[in-house]
């Protein structure tokens, strides 16, 4: 069995190598550094914890061995938030991008095939719902399901809700409860508060589980909205697993053509922001009711 100091050697080895530095600071995207905060030395490990290659932001690590024009493509990778410049070790990655990359594919599964936390559904003051999906496996083979209602979600809605709202808010996890869990606490209520502002009225929010974003328009039906928004996690990536839209119809009906929804996607801490997402929401349901229109026919 290898010692525990022979141990911690390989490991600090392995790291050195890896090009991680052992803290990271903040990176200003306004002005970028001349040359990247990223360090190319080693590292060492404190109390037997390998530092989380997560906490990385990609957009400050430059790899390229002897570059060229660095401060340049350095720059660039501010306004790019992609693995550019990352390196090779001959034919292959290197072993910290590899890794990262995993890491990422990692939180991806995880958002799509974790649920969300009920205890945050109920602590937001949400009910819950559910489509014709009974588990994870239906939602994720059968996307029609996704779009429907159940015969229960249905009576829930009746009961539960305002009828006839001038708008119909409320969540579902789509393909990311992560986006849920990391937007909609400051989402929904900065839109509620955008609303209220224009004077608007709000319906009565709710959580839909196992939802696409196809089942707005049986809500709107249901409830005979106005205007329908949902919140839903998006597909997530190799970039974010936590970035979520708001899709937007005007008295939208079941088999409507996707061309009558409008979309505000990327919302997250590294795309736009959730209190500005909300602001920016309600202005665009505002201007629906204005116009009376929405989709490719709304001119934001």
Known sequence: MIEQNALREIIEQVLSEMNVEKTSAPVN???????????????????????????????TQYLVDNPRHKEEYYDLKQHAPCRLGIGKAGARYKTLPMLEF????????????????????????????????????????RPDLGRKLSPEAKETLKQKCA??????????????????????????????????????????????????????????????????????????GLITAESMSAYITYKGTVGMPEARRTVLSNIHRAGTPPVEAGAHVAEIIKKVLDTKTCGTDLKL
């Not at 594919?105 to 819950?128: C, L, N, R, W, Y």
């Open 102 to 141: 995993r890491a990422a594919h990692s939180a991806a599964q995880d958002a799509v095939f974790s649920p969300v936390d009920h205890d945050f559904i109920e602590k937001m003051g949400f009910f819950t719902v559910r489509s014709q999906c009974e588990n994870k496996d239906i939602f994720l083979t």
């Open 163 to 236: 009828k006839n709202p001038t708008v119909e808010l409320y969540i579902a996890d789509g393909l990311s409860s992560a986006a849920v869990a990391a937007n909609v606490g400051d989402l929904y209520p900065a839109i509620v508060q955008g609303l209220k502002s224009f004077g608007i009225e709000v319906g009565t929010p709710f959580f839909l589980e196992y939802g696409r974003v196809g089942a707005m328009d049986e809500v709107t039906e249901t409830l005979g909205s106005t205007v329908t928004c949902v919140l839903i996690g998006e597909r997530p």
């Open 29 to 59: 995207t306004q002005a970028a550094p001349a040359a990247p905060a990223f360090a190319q030395g080693g590292t060492t490990v404190d109390d037997g914890f390998i530092p989380d290659i997560t906490q990385i932001d990609i957009r």
